[in-house]
């Protein structure tokens, strides 16, 4: 949760966050990894950012898929 000092601040910083959600279960569990940030990173860094996401997905499911 952030505070804002105005209502107008809390829905620019909404309208302009971005991010990536992968999700995916595992028997009765649901797993979600997650990046959220600005749309500069995104922008900026959006292939690494994406490829990190997707690989702590990957390493998460194999750790899950283990037991």
Known sequence: MAE?????????????EAGYFLTFNEGRFQYEISFEGSLWAIHQHGPAIKAQTIAAAQALHSRVDER
């Open 4 to 16: 804002f000092r105005t209502p107008a601040g809390a829905r620019y910083e909404v309208a302009s």
